[in-house]
């Protein structure tokens, strides 16, 4: 009303987006049974463990199934009364629609999907029904799943409730069509414009992943890479770290605190910029200074806790520079352990688009992660824009598909005059990074010990 003077009233479409993955339990009366669980809660191992050995298929902590079956594992009392279960994307739709539906991509980090089937993988499926402590429980898993919508189709309307927890003031009508809820891990694909076979994207915000399209599936079954999907369900390989700028952002309040005391008038963008250009000039190893950013567990570093960490070696070149590049470094260092193995299985990826507030400042986090991921990176002109930004398009899919698949829509009517640069991995980059890799990895001790003895 501000800004347009006249209240909106009416949409051609809705769509919700939220942090991938989690645990939300509720009753037959929608009554919440247990603590929202997230990404970051790594209290699942046990779980994770059976069920990836049950599945043979990789199962991470944080996936919906593997919070359920380690509340099974814990007796929690909460399990008996367990009607459905969601994610917090889900959960908003549900409590706007009525429906219990999720996009194909959010489903994937609930339970394993079946690309061909689009659905639920039927035989993993039966192999968890089949778990005596299951069948003690009397739960049947498919009947308390929220089920699976591809993009573009129809998930339902805004009911009258829906509108009024939207909009108390009345204005906004019932009967909006929504589309599928998608976690930020699909948004975020479509927000960069890779959900074709051998694009792929890296997101890094709060949490940092990486999402490569995949021509054929892994040899292997791998604990570091987890396969989801794209928003039509395609297969992806994804590499999920639960750090990303955390720590990097409260180095930053520091030098923003100085720079008050001094009675700058910089802002926070502006001392942002500052930093991050700084690293440029920094020595390509960041001369023997060592960051490890872990607030929480690392599955893919074997790490089940974190305490942020700085260290450096005796001799170390202690200087700006080379301690913001030690920052951005420490939040790419643990994606690239398991980028590393789709390195080692040839997985060919022609470009990766980065999103997300690492990519703000131009050009700095964009040039290190090439050089750290030894590939071409692409950052677009909505490269802040993130997850919101990719909902708001798929809801535009879900409204008018034109009669086009995802990525022909997203290539003919969403990216076609959309500006983005391409920065290829300087060999000094690459060689600096790679040794500081040799560091992070040994500082990896010290993290154990700290957070085993702290």
Known sequence: MNKFGSYIKNLASIGFSAMMHGYLPFD???????????????????????????????????????????????????IKDIDYITTLSGYVHYKLTGKKVVGIGEASGIFPIDSKALDYNDRMINAFNSLEKVKNQGINIRNILPGVLLAGENAGTLTEQGARLLDKSGNLCAGIPLAPPEGDAGTGMVATNA?????????????????VVLEEPLSN????????????????????????????????????????????????????????????????DAGGLVNINYFSGEPVSHTDDGRPLFVRTQNANFNLANFFRAQIYSAISTLKMGMQILENENIKIDCLTGHGGLFKTPVVGQK?????????????????????????????YAANSYGESLDLFLNNRVFTNCKSSVIEPDLSDVEGFDDYMKLFKQALNTEISAYCNL
């Open 195 to 211: 959900i074709s076979v051998r694009t792929g994207n890296i997101s890094a915000g709060t949490s940092i992943f990486s999402m």
């Open 368 to 396: 290190l992660m090439a050089g750290a991921m030894k590939a071409p990176v692409a950052v677009m002109e909505t490269a802040g824009e993130g997850g919101a930004w990719g909902m708001a398009v798929l809801a535009g």
């Open 28 to 78: 037959k009366n929608d009554n919440q049974l247990a603590e929202f669980r997230t990404w970051r809660n790594t209290t699942t191992g046990e779980a994770a463990k059976e069920l990836t050995k049950l599945f043979n298929f990789n199962i991470p902590q944080r996936w919906s199934i593997a919070h359920l079956y380690q509340a099974i594992l814990n007796n929690e009392p909460h």
């Open 221 to 284: 079954v791998y604990e570091e890479i987890d396969i989801v999907t794209t928003p039509v369900g395609k297969d992806v390989a994804m590499v999920h770290c639960n750090n990303c700028c955390t720590d990097l952002d409260y180095w930053v309040n520091i030098f923003s605190q100085f720079a008050s005391s001094i009675g700058s008038d910089m802002t926070k963008a502006e001392i942002y910029d500052v930093l991050y250009e700084a690293a440029l000039y920094g020595e390509p």
